[in-house]
């Protein structure tokens, strides 16, 4: 990556942190009519596609929800962020809901935007397949996100272990690492794979094409909030539903490129097309949250947490305002177009 790019992702994190501030200093009232609120997403990935899409058509004030959406990077700050009441909306990963769930807080998924893993992991020239893992070390983010997660389960899958998972923390810091030496192998964003080849990494492996449900990308509220405010809940999703099948649909090409190129500060439509194609690739037409991929989360998690052991899908999963969609018309409706 380059050093501009790897700086604007620096400064965008900055910015979005700084404005998080300002939203607590000044709290907002997000139910009822259109008043502005936030709404977080944990990754700097094309896995966010429908909610940048849903605010840049103006497909939230459609629906009447006016969200900014900020980045809170990583599902456990997400968590933090969902049980203080700072944000009322989160996209994220399923794993922080269950570790929150387990310890009491009243979170819940609402919706299952991506139900796989959707990353690579780039090693250098040393490292071509998984086999060659072994005693090296592989860049992710901090514990308790969900690239680190998905390491963990894909060394499960392979059966690799004497291995060292560095938590590195953001995408930028984890290609400054492989292409340093710091790491031997790193867990990115598909998006990020011909310019990491470009330098003379090589693919190892495309999560993708793992065996594994896996909820990479959900909506995630507080279960309060479900109860007291359903129809603010319902408007929302009903931006993030219509945003998802604008992404799916050919037709919008361009203009899906325009807007990821946009969120990633790329310098044109024509560098987002690798994102455009990893969206595409695992965004779900209807968004319900896996249940096999929750109840094998919940699984693995319980290895190392004997609280998750307590938990089954359904504490953590309300298909509420999703089949209420579903069973009005109102997804089929929009894929049709």
Not at 140 to 155: F, M
């Amino acid at each position: 990556m380059e050093p501009r790019a790897i700086q604007s992702i620096e400064s965008f994190m900055k910015l979005n942190w700084l404005l998080l501030v300002l939203f607590i200093i000044t709290p907002l009232r997000f139910a009822h009519g259109q008043q502005r609120f936030l709404m977080g997403y944990s990754s700097f990935s094309s896995n966010q596609t429908p909610l940048w899409v849903a605010k840049e058509e103006g497909l939230f004030k459609r629906y009447g929800s006016d969200p900014d959406l900020i980045l809170i990077e990583g599902g456990t700050r997400g968590a933090q962020a969902l049980i203080s009441g700072d944000v009322p909306i989160m996209g994220m990963s399923g794993q922080p809901v269950i570790s929150a769930k387990a310890r009491g807080a009243d979170l819940t998924m609402i919706a299952g935007v991506v139900n796989k893993m959707n990353y690579i992991l780039v090693g250098s020239a040393t490292v071509k397949r998984p086999e060659d893992l072994k005693g090296k070390r592989i860049g992710a983010a901090q514990a308790g996100t969900a690239s680190y997660h998905a390491v963990l389960l894909g060394l499960k899958h392979w059966g690799r272990d004497k291995i060292t998972i560095l938590q590195l923390g953001n995408q930028a810091a984890r290609v400054g690492s492989l292409q340093s030496g710091g790491s031997d192998a790193i867990i990115v964003n598909p998006g990020l794979g011909p310019s990491l080849k470009e330098r003379g990494g090589v693919l190892i492996a495309d999560f993708t094409e793992l065996p594994i449900a896996y909820p990479q990308q959900t909506m995630a509220v507080r279960e309060r909030l479900l109860k007291s405010d359903s129809d603010f809940v319902e408007r929302v999703m009903k931006g993030v539903v219509a945003g998802n099948s604008f992404s799916l649909d050919p037709r919008n090409k361009l203009r899906v490129k325009q807007i990821i190129a946009k969120y990633l500060r790329l310098d044109s439509p024509d560098k987002a097309e690798e994102h455009y194609q990893s969206a595409l690739k695992v965004l779900a037409p209807k968004p319900y949250v896996d249940v096999a991929g929750i109840a094998s989360m919940i699984e693995f998690m319980a290895e190392a947490d004997p609280l998750v052991a307590k938990l089954k899908p359904e504490n953590v999963i309300n298909h509420s305002i999703m089949k209420k969609l579903d069973d009005s018309g109102f997804i089929d409706q929009l894929l049709k177009r």
